[in-house]
């Protein structure tokens, strides 16, 4: 049984990469391995094809067991049926981490959350770490360490936003926007369905790492509440704002985003006010979502003494009357009476529970 706790920032600066399933038929695999290759990685690269000698102009090897050293991350895009024995092999070497690109698992339903529950099991009783399925990968610009499933815009430019993304089919515009504005990324995750890493072991570890001073998240739904609230609390104590996206308003919404992941979206209005709580700076688009963590990782944490409606610099007035916008007004310390900023974004303890709890 799993029995190591996930080390997310371990998972994600590996010294060498196996492409499982890369083939010269899949614009999946020729984007990961050209990724790779145009952003500077400097590790070795192992193409994996039983049919093919050569892929991408590179050597290929038949199986993971005939690569010349076991990789420190296998990128795995075959077909479903094959998902656990590539992972059982890569186990038995001595691997433990895996990104899954392969889709039809518990997004799909039926048969598919099936297959997800036995990778889960699966994962721990090998003791490994696994991204996704159905998620294209992840970007450490930091590091140079870019094995995603989709172009990557260029130039990437590395800088001190950790992004997190449910919807992992959003990392080029995120990229194209960010890079628009000239906001450097430090590790963009797509997260996929989470079914072993999940969305606050990634935040933990972008609190933890010293190249990250804000972090941005695209939602679709919180999974795990109640680990959600101890990052989130560990966030704020480390100074490190959190801005987040979170979709389904709606019920259209709800529908479209438990479509995607297989999530439970969870009631908005809970979710809204559980972020007050925590210091969790909400925003009502990828613009917003980016031009406000961008910000802040540039300013930090801080506290205001005036009363006033703001958006950050960029971001256009609102649609209509009726659409949310952020507010940063003074409230009073019962003990010093000093103003300080509401929401709860920076420095400011939260309560210790949520409405989650």
Known sequence: MNTQPIDPMAFFRPKSVALVG???????????????????????????????????????????????????????????????????????????????????????????IVREEELRTLAAELDVTILGPNGNGFINAADAVTPYGLPIPQPLIAGSVGVVLQSGALASSVLSFA?????????????????????????????????????????????????????????LDAGKPIVALKIGRSAKASRTAQAHTGALVGDDKTVGAAFEQLGVIRVDSLEDLIITSG????????????SAWSRPPGVHRRSSPTAPRTRVSSSWSSQRRQPVVSPKCFRRSPPRTTPWM
């Open 22 to 112: 890369a083939t010269d038929k899949s614009g999946w695999s020729l984007s990961t391995f050209n990724n790779l290759q145009a952003n500077g990685f400097e590790g070795d690269v192992y193409l994996v094809n039983p049919r093919a000698e050569t892929v991408h102009g590179t050597r290929a090897y038949p199986s993971l067991s005939h690569t010349p050293r076991p990789a420190d991350l296998v990128y795995v895009m075959t077909p479903i049926g094959v998902v656990p024995q590539v992972i059982r092999d890569g186990a038995a070497m001595g691997i433990r981490h895996y990104v899954v690109l392969t889709a039809g698992y518990g997004e799909v339903g039926g048969e598919g």
């Open 179 to 235: 890079q628009s504005r000239n906001i450097g990324i430090s590790l963009l995750v797509a997260m996929g369905n989470e079914t072993v890493m999940s969305v606050t072991d990634v935040v933990r570890a972008l609190v933890e790492d010293p190249k990250t001073k804000a972090i941005a998240l695209f939602l679709e739904a919180v999974r795990r509440p109640e680990e959600f609230a101890a990052v989130a609390r560990a966030a």
């Open 295 to 306: 910000l802040l990782a540039e300013t930090g944490p801080f506290r205001a003494t005036a």
